[in-house]
């Protein structure tokens, strides 16, 4: 079974900008979790949608934004881009039912 | 106060040696407990997972859970230098997020 995939694996912007992260869980999972991970902040939750709808939501700002689709696969958006959001962002996928949670490789973003 | 505690380390064990990793949590009504690695610009890798009090045992880890004490540990027997990586514990309470230690770096001296 394939695993949790993200699409870019890398990707640079300028500040300002707006990007869009994909997403693609593990067959049957449909929980899709996002994180943002710094070597100063360590890993931090930003949110978790399930069937489509959000479940959770982490303490960001509004420019982060996702959605889910009804094949499961999610997308996270960050809008006005600064320096800061440069970072490493983890989806994780897991099973209806459990907390068990799998990360996809990471999209690299760095904002310049 | 941070919701779940890691030391940071470097933890350094040598090859053979057993390797313990400690994390404390916070809150009490935490039920599922998780340890994942992560090597070095690798994503985090799902090794161990807990959800009662005591040991459980997969080949060369051992997870064990104390909820009285707030504390979860994971146990690298045999450490192998391929074993050199950030330990990141991870807890969660009922629908909420998942929450992450800032992990432990562990190094296995050839």
């Known amino acids: 079974k394939a695993g949790v995939t993200q699409t870019p694996r890398y990707l640079i912007k300028t500040r300002g900008q707006q990007v869009t992260l994909s997403c693609s869980p593990i067959s049957g999972h449909r929980s899709v979790s996002w994180y943002q991970q710094t070597p100063g902040q360590g890993l931090q939750f930003l949110f978790e949608y399930f069937s489509e709808t959000q479940r959770n939501k982490g303490n960001f700002p509004g420019r982060f934004s996702g959605r889910q689709f009804s094949n499961s696969r999610s997308e996270m958006n960050v809008s006005t881009l600064e320096l800061g959001d440069s970072a490493l962002y983890l989806c994780a996928s897991s099973l209806t039912g459990s907390s068990e949670q799998y990360f996809g490789p990471g999209t690299r973003l760095t904002v310049t | 106060q941070k919701e779940v505690e890691q030391n940071s380390g470097p933890l350094s064990v040598p090859e053979g040696a057993i390797a313990s990793l400690n994390c404390t949590y916070s809150?009490?009504?935490?039920?599922?407990f998780f340890w994942y690695r992560q090597y070095s610009g690798k994503s985090p890798e799902l090794i161990m997972s807990?959800?009662?009090?005591g040991d459980k045992e997969d080949g060369r880890f051992t997870a064990q859970l104390n909820k009285a004490s707030q504390y979860v540990s994971l146990l690298i027997r045999d450490s192998q230098p391929s074993d050199s990586a950030t330990y990141l514990c991870?807890?969660?309470?009922?629908?909420?997020?998942?929450?992450f230690g800032s992990g432990t770096r562990l190094q296995v001296q050839p």
């Open positions: 807990i959800y009662s009090n």
């Open positions: 809150d009490r009504g935490s039920q599922s």
């Open positions: 991870a807890v969660k309470e009922g629908r909420r997020a998942l929450t």
